[in-house]
């Protein structure tokens, strides 16, 4: 089945740092490649959609590719704010009939000020 | 305005007590969906639906039934609800058809089985 694998647990960073989130796939289908954002006491939103291997998402400064040879994907801004602390899930979408999609287990971004 | 909304936010049950978990969607999407979030889990899907009527088996859909009445309406529903059921829980509706389609998500509802 589909998998997806969220290296970092949690990442620290002082503001104007530069952001890195990498995750790896597995899949059978052609997938499509989400970024969700999950602030406290919120449900998951959508941050990014990557329908293209080597395409670029691009929302709030953020930026997503995905390379298909290597089955990975990452998450990465250059300069992040105290207000982009939350969590952030990589997510697989595959192209099952009823649009099933896979989180990885999430990454804590704590930006200190 | 909010489009998905889910009651109650917060509930306390006890063990072998039956509890139902209520979602509504003003999307107008066909498809919905029940998860729940543990800490190192992400999110898992116990059950889904195609449109009112049809209810789907998810990933772990184990001690928990799924009634989907109408197309704004999706309730996830703990017969009998133990204490590895404690988690936080999430709707979900998206479009259907084919395609991978993002997902759109309630706030959530926080249980706890004691």
């Known amino acids: 089945g589909d998998s997806v694998t969220q290296m970092q647990g949690q990442v620290t960073l002082s503001e104007d740092d530069f952001l890195f989130i990498n995750c790896t796939y597995s899949t059978t289908w052609y997938p499509t490649l989400f970024w969700y954002v999950q602030y406290p006491g919120e449900g998951p939103q959508l941050l990014l959609k990557?329908?293209?291997?080597?395409n670029k998402g691009i929302s709030r400064g953020f930026e997503a590719t995905y390379d298909k040879g290597t089955t990975s994907f990452h998450l990465q801004k250059a300069s992040v704010q105290e207000s982009d602390s939350a969590v952030y899930y990589c997510?697989?979408?595959?192209?099952?009939?009823?649009?099933?999609?896979?989180f990885g287990k999430g990454t804590v971004l704590l930006v200190s000020p | 305005e909010a489009a998905v909304t889910q009651s109650p936010r917060n509930k306390v049950a006890v063990t072998g007590g039956k509890v139902t978990l209520s979602c509504n969607q003003t999307n107008n999407h066909n498809n919905m969906y029940w998860y729940r979030q543990d800490t190192g889990h992400g999110l898992r899907l116990i059950h889904y639906s195609y449109g009112a009527g049809s209810t789907e088996k998810g990933d772990i859909p184990d001690g928990y039934k799924a009634s989907r009445p109408s197309q704004e309406n999706f309730s996830l529903i703990l017969e009998l609800a133990t204490p590895s059921q404690t988690s936080v829980y999430f709707c979900?509706?998206?479009?259907?058809?084919?395609?991978?389609?993002?997902?759109?998500f309630g706030p959530g509802t926080r249980l706890t089985v004691l």
């Open positions: 997510v697989l979408g595959a192209d099952s009939g009823y649009n099933k999609l896979t």
């Open positions: 979900a509706s998206g479009d259907g058809g084919q395609g991978r389609k993002e997902q759109y």
């Open positions: 990557v329908t293209t291997a080597n």
